[in-house]
């Protein structure tokens, strides 16, 4: 029985992915990529991807490394998981 239920999850799911994709107005979407005018009051960044990697190294530097901490417990996790289940 519990076969079928993960059978059914499963199919579930993909007809709903397949019906988001299908039913989005993907010509629509470009063309506002182009059109964007930013709301009152707010101002367009003046640089990219430079000022993201020094802000993400100067003012965010502490949040930074307790995410790579976090995400390196997780690997040893997973790793530990997948080992236990192995053996």
Known sequence: MAKYKIIIITLAFLAALFASLSLSDWGESEKQAYSFEPREGLRMPESGIGDVGFEIFTSYVFAF???????????????????????
């Open 65 to 87: 490394e307790i995410l790579a901490l976090v995400l390196t417990a997780a690997l040893v996790g997973a790793i530990c998981v997948a080992r236990k289940e192995a053996a």
